[in-house]
């Protein structure tokens, strides 16, 4: 028997099992922004976070291994407090984790200084993107019991441009045929930062609704579900490109302060930056391109043209 009520009985049976307290555990899906299914668990006044694989063959031990290299680096992430290779009834991996405590920068910015929050997230981003990785692109979640992060794709050339063109191809409802020109050249110009030879850990998906404050004192960072293997600056590309998207202003110098103090930024790194975040911009956009035409289509092509008019100065 499946279902919802079924599930939810499972994922309570699960809470009661490994968290403290007394009394049946309330559960119920979280907000939107996971890429896994996440319901947020509330037993004894505590809240914990239960995460589902997306399906049996996608294991959670890569993530598991990731927050658990992470903490022990003292990077303020989710701490994982169980974990369930495969779970015979639900199908697929569980694991548990503590709730970083406060609200996202997007959902709660108003009133607060930002800079020191964001000066915090960048140092730990900088202890993030100092975690190994072998191979580039997504980490591989078909090994069970993975002893370390590895990535699927064999150099980082692969990674960020194996389907650049195909990607390309689905931009003309969006883009002038110019700009799609110009990220053509500007793909050419910055092949030469596309050399690098070790992957380091990478976020994935950072943007504000991922860096976590409580009354405007860092807490940390959540939602490793597109870890991936990646040139250091990835996540940073992906910061610039949602930069002022849910955060009126622009605050990515605040983060690149933080992230300098434990991680010499190169002196080329603001076209790089600008370079990653039109790679990523690219591939989100064509991505969504089949979806109904929404707010984020024209967020993601408003965004394109100012990274390749930056990147043009």
Known sequence: MRGPDHENRLLREIAAHVLPGSGWPAVEPAESGFSTPVY?????????????????????????????????????????VHFEPFHPHLQRSVMVTTAIPGRSLAADSQGIDVGPVLAAAGRDLAAINGV???????????????????????????????????????????????????????????????????????????????????????????????IRGADPLYDLGHFALHDGETVPSRVLP?????????????????????????????????RSANRPRAAYHNYLTHAIRQTLAALAA
Not at 58 to 80: I, K, N
Not at 168 to 184: K, M, N, R
């Open 132 to 226: 190994e990785v072998a191979g580039f692109g997504f980490i591989r979640r078909d090994q069970p019991g993975a002893l370390r992060l590895e990535a699927e794709a064999p150099t980082v050339r692969a990674f960020a441009l194996g389907d650049v063109e195909e990607h390309l191809a689905t931009l003309a409802a969006f883009l002038a045929p110019d700009e799609i020109q110009a990220i053509c050249t500007t793909v050419t110009y910055g092949d030469a930062w596309l050399d690098a030879d070790r992957a380091t850990l990478a976020h994935g998906d950072l943007d504000a609704t991922h860096i976590y404050h409580q009354d405007g004192r860092y807490t940390g960072i959540i939602d490793f579900g597109e």
């Open 254 to 286: 605040h983060l690149l302060a933080g992230y300098g103090e434990v991680v010499p930024l190169p002196p080329d790194h603001a076209l790089r930056i600008r370079f990653w975040s039109l790679l990523i911009g690219v591939r989100a956009l064509a």
């Open 40 to 80: 947020r668990i509330a037993r004894g006044g505590t809240t914990f976070y239960l995460r589902l694989a997306e399906g049996p063959e996608a294991s959670l031990a890569p993530e598991v291994l990731a927050h658990d290299l992470l903490c022990a680096r003292g990077v303020r992430v989710p701490e994982v």
